[in-house]
């Protein structure tokens, strides 16, 4: 007896960013995929990129059946992403079958109502521009004139059946009521199509976030899970997926200076070229100096030079970098720099992170600085910011280029930043410069406190900042809980006695 041949379910590429990797490959190809969603959630924005990525990148043609929306509403919600559907249809490429609503017509329902005439319009699209993709948008609409659910499942498996007989890859979409529970309107849906795809609009601590996932793909792998997407004008949905990030990235022995000696003698003769500093302290210690004399040096030697800024204006950068004595306006002038300035409120953190790798691509710079995380951080979830971190310092690692973040400490004295204890495992180096206070006085203290593949300086040192920028003074010898904020003086005779001691100790070994 012959064993029955096995055949493998190929994949077809979308074509949508991200997608096509948390699907190992795209869709499986001649299937029905059921794209389910809230309203909000880009289910029809995801449906017609599908097709348009066919028209663009493969020269596949497509038929878009819509029963909502007429198809001069497609046409022109659908050119802001820059897809131009009626050249497209003028050139056989792109194909309407329009069963929306007529607002000047009564539909009136007589005996059983039959889907026969409307899949032989959908055959005679698919057959008139050699279709590849078939859209159907959306269910609902459709099936809201059905009388039961047994009716609406054998009208369904009618739908996929002939969409398999042509061969075509297509996506049914429809509605869902709420992002966690059933997946469809009528609880049936998912049953009778061959693979799901979820799309959630969700909402967490009064933020939006929009996730995409696949739950099933029948006889074929997939990344498992949700991944936040983006829908940015101009190209549409763009998927994130943190499974792309692959820890594979070469690693460099050379370093560069930060720009200040002192601080390179700390930490083992400066920065390593291809890696991720953390710089953490509390508001008014010099963050924001160190990121600007770090790009500044940069600039001084011929290195492009970039800056994310998410507190201060352009303006105030170079005011204050002036003050410093480092002339930023020349530097972006002679095409060394580029500064660009955003509220953290104007956009999602997934398009801050695509406009972010975007910049990165195209100015191609050698150091990236980001001031700063913390106030991105206030925009997004916890686990929406950890995610942009990854993905942000993934990408900057992958350039090989070196990337600065400050963040903010919420105190003033020791402690913490939320910012620091969720990303401190993802960052080659971490410096924490913190207040000290002395007798009255307050004063500033810095030490490096991770230095991957590199020795580096352990003490906590005084600095003090003037207008010739930051100064490394000596350590703090008699002051012990500078970093938790709870200060203990010790007597100079104490330090001597403790000396003493180690060293006596010492002699005996």
């Known amino acids: 007896m012959t064993a029955p041949l096995f055949i493998p379910i190929t994949k077809l590429p979308t074509g949508i960013p991200g997608f096509d990797h948390i699907a190992n490959g795209g869709l499986p190809r001649g299937r029905t995929t059921l794209l389910s969603g809230t309203a909000g959630s880009a289910k029809t924005v995801f449906a017609a990129q599908f097709l348009a990525a066919g028209i663009i990148q493969f020269n596949e043609a497509g038929v878009f059946v819509t029963f909502e929306e007429s198809p001069d509403a497609i046409r022109r919600n659908m050119a802001g992403f820059g897809w131009d559907i009626a050249t497209w249809e003028a050139e056989g490429k792109w194909a309407f079958v329009d069963v929306s609503p007529q607002p000047d017509i009564e539909e009136v329902v007589r005996g059983v109502y039959d889907l026969g005439g409307l899949l032989a319009r959908i055959t005679y699209a698919v057959q008139r521009v050699g279709a590849v993709r078939v859209v159907l948008d959306s269910l609902g609409a459709i099936f809201a004139r059905l009388d039961n659910n047994q009716v609406i499942r ?31 309107r009528y609880g049936i849906e998912e049953f009778v199509t061959d693979d799901v795809v979820i799309l959630r609009n969700l909402i967490e601590d009064e933020k939006r976030r929009r996730t995409i996932e696949i739950l099933k793909f029948r006889g074929t792998s997939h990344q498992k899970g949700g991944f936040p997407f983006t829908v940015i004008p101009g190209e549409g949905v763009v998927v994130i ?36 500093i953390l710089v953490s302290g509390a ?113 900057i690692k992958h350039q090989e280029v070196v990337g600065l973040y400050t963040s903010t400490t919420p105190t003033l004295l020791g402690g913490t930043s939320i910012t620091e204890a969720h990303i401190s495992t993802i960052t080659d180096s971490i410096i924490l ?54 200060f203990t003086h010790a007597a100079p005779s104490e330090i001597e006695r403790l000396g003493r001691l180690f060293k006596d100790s010492s002699e005996v070994e």
């Open 154 to 184: 054998s009208e369904l498996l009618r739908i996929v059946s002939v969409l398999r007989r042509m061969g075509v890859t297509a996506i049914l979409t429809a509605e869902r009521t709420q992002e966690y529970g059933e997946i469809g």
């Open 433 to 486: 410069m913190r207040y000290v206070e002395l007798f009255g006085e307050m004063r500033r203290g810095m030490t490096v406190l991770k230095m991957r593949g590199s020795a580096h300086d352990k003490e906590i040192r005084e600095f003090t900042i003037d207008g010739n920028g930051l100064h490394i003074g000596k350590a703090f010898r008699t002051i012990s809980g500078i970093l938790s904020g709870q």
């Open 283 to 395: 508001t008014g210690t010099g963050k924001t100096l160190m990121a600007t004399t770090f790009l500044a040096a940069g600039a001084a030697q011929g290195d492009r030079v970039l800056l994310f800024a998410f507190e201060e204006s352009r303006d105030q950068l170079f005011r204050n970098a002036t003050g410093w004595g480092f002339d930023f306006e020349e530097y972006e002038q002679t095409g060394q720099m580029r500064v660009v300035c955003h509220y953290p409120e104007a956009a999602s953190l997934e398009d801050q992170l695509i406009m972010m790798k975007n910049e990165i691509q195209s100015f191609r710079p050698q150091r990236v600085a980001i001031d700063s995380l913390s106030a991105l951080e206030r925009v997004s979830t916890m686990k929406g910011f950890r995610e942009f971190v990854i993905g942000l310092t993934s990408f």
């Open 241 to 276: 997926p943190l499974s792309a990030i692959e820890l594979k990235q070469r690693s460099s022995n050379l370093r560069i200076g930060t720009g200040n000696a002192d601080i390179d003698r700390m930490c083992g003769g400066g920065f390593f070229r291809d890696s991720i």
